[in-house]
């Protein structure tokens, strides 16, 4: 597991502009974010978290996984509907996961484009495929492309971890959030993370 290149720079630099966020930077210091490399586990991973806590969206997954036994666009297309509903996943996410399957086996989703692209470009081309909405797509380039400077301000475990912070009463608006987030551009992934952290010691992982 490789940290990305900018992590530790990233916490100096948010250590030094914002002490709070320093405090919870420091609890951690041996942890960083880390990619699991491949787009489409990552993406799967997303679709099944949404709208669920933490914990529920790991026990889907540990069981989707279990039962898929290697998680590809291929596998995921063959599973039996019958089989992911046993895992505990909605109609909409079954529906979602095979969208999402054939927009790789198509190849309408292109990955190996995405390092050249801006993360706004990437959004727009995840979000055609059904099922991925700004948040996914979000998840997708903190957790897949450990691009530095997202901030998910959809996130409820990010707002809840801001309030915290900072003793504000939750939840706070979107551009509440966006504003106080300025101060931790250009490493707001990081920040995010580490707000994550500090709910959860044991963060999801895409």
């Not at 790991?58 to 998680?71: P, T």
């Not at 993360?119 to 380039?141: H, N, P, Q, S, Y």
Request: glycine share 4%; net charge positive; hydrophobic share 40%.
């Amino acid at each position: 597991m490789k940290k990305p290149i900018f992590w530790e720079k990233a916490k100096k630099v948010l250590a030094s502009k914002d002490k709070k966020l320093g405090k919870i930077i420091n609890n951690y210091p041996k942890d960083f974010l880390f990619s699991k490399s491949d787009p489409f586990y990552t993406l799967a991973r997303s679709i099944v978290g949404q709208q669920i806590s933490v914990k529920a969206a790991q026990a889907v997954w540990d069981r989707f996984e279990h039962k898929v036994v290697k998680v590809t666009p291929k596998n995921t297309i063959k599973m039996h509907f019958n089989s992911m509903k046993a895992c505990g996943l909605s109609r909409q996410k079954i529906s979602y996961l095979r969208s999402l399957s054939m927009g790789f086996i198509n190849r309408e989703l292109k990955p190996k484009k995405w390092i050249s692209y801006s993360d706004e470009e990437i959004i727009v081309e995840l979000i055609k495929i059904r099922g991925i909405g700004r948040w996914t797509a979000e998840m997708f380039l903190i957790f897949n492309l450990c691009r530095p400077d997202v901030f998910p301000v959809d996130d409820i475990g990010l707002i809840r971890g801001i309030c915290n912070c900072y003793n504000i009463k939750y939840p706070i608006t979107k551009e509440h959030a966006i504003k106080i987030s300025k101060k931790w551009k250009p490493y707001r992934s990081v920040a995010t993370w580490y707000f994550w952290k500090s709910l959860d010691p044991i963060p999801v992982e895409y």
